[in-house]
């Protein structure tokens, strides 16, 4: 148990000068392996040809929604956020952008799409009273530890950098250390997550509009249940961003939209070039 404590420790403390190794050395598109810019590791010719999903979708009835106003009939029906932003399909080129996000130190690719997704969500709150307060779906403290980092944390900062909202980082706990979701199936998801999330001050978020943040979505279930959690502490909306959508949410989405309802199509721009949006 020390020796697991203190190896975590020096994961730990070593993170910095292991990520500044990486930054000058490392400098390959985790996409293609061209030579890019140590600042992002996604090259320009990347950069362009991954699809950047343009409008948000109603998690409830899995259509997109131009108008980026939630759907009246569906709010309520569930614990679900009333919008959920994201970037592209996991299997569509992101994969290995979340895989080295994750697992592989590269925090710059969070804080890069929180900006591109920033960008799309001033407009949605650009008349709201008081800025929504951006929350970043948490680790449990020993996983954070072992990490080094929580990279829903690294998009949450970059959508506060691009937006002005506040990030409260640390007001949403995870207080049940779970497995992870990786090989569970839909259900086991949903019971591996329960009771796990808490409020550090309750009523801190009474009145408040929240974004939460996270990574990728595939079931929903962690999303639902820290929307839960919000809800209950007095959020008066809830809207979600992530970077990646797996594919079961869209081949629904997909189906749904089958009939003429051009609300499901996918809506799409191309990232760009600029590192700083």
């Known amino acids: 148990m020390k020796s697991s404590r203190a190896h975590a420790a020096l994961r730990h403390w070593f993170a910095p000068a292991r990520a500044l190794v ?7 598109c985790v ?14 010719i990347c950069r362009r040809r991954l699809p950047l999903l343009g409008d948000p979708l109603c998690p409830v009835c899995n259509h997109f929604v131009p108008g980026r106003q939630p759907h009246r009939n569906c709010l309520g029906v569930e614990p679900w956020p009333s919008l959920l932003w994201f970037s592209g399909l996991f299997d569509d080129g992101y994969r290995p952008l979340i895989h080295a996000l994750k697992y592989e130190h590269q925090q710059s690719i969070g804080e890069f799409f929180g900006r ?3 960008r799309r969500l001033l407009k949605t709150f650009a008349n709201c009273g008081h800025p929504p307060l951006i929350v970043p779906v948490p680790l449990h403290p020993s996983r954070e530890r072992h990490r ?3 990279q829903s944390a ?6 506060a950098r691009a937006t002005g ?3 409260a980082h640390d007001q949403l706990r995870r207080i049940r250390r779970t497995r992870d979701q990786t090989r569970l199936s839909p259900a086991q998801r949903i019971a591996n997550v329960a009771k796990a999330f808490a409020v550090r001050h309750p009523g801190y978020f009474a009145d408040r509009q929240v974004i939460l943040v996270d990574d990728v979505l595939t079931t929903g279930a962690t999303i639902k249940e820290c929307t839960g959690i919000l809800y209950a502490d007095g959020a008066v909306e809830v809207q979600a961003m992530v970077i990646a959508l797996a594919r079961p949410i869209i081949k629904t989405a ?7 309802d051009n609300s499901s199509a996918l809506p799409q721009q191309p990232i760009g070039d600029a590192v700083g949006v």
Do not use: H, V
Not at 154 to 159: E, P, Q, V, W
């Open 116 to 118: 591109k997704t920033g």
């Open 165 to 167: 909202f506040p990030l």
């Open 22 to 28: 990486q930054w000058i050395y490392d400098s390959g």
């Open 254 to 260: 997909e189906k749904r939209g089958g009939s003429g």
């Open 154 to 159: 690294a998009i949450a900062r970059g959508l």
């Open 31 to 44: 996409i293609c392996g061209r030579e890019c810019m140590a600042a992002l590791p996604i090259c320009s």
């Open 148 to 150: 080094g980092y929580n």
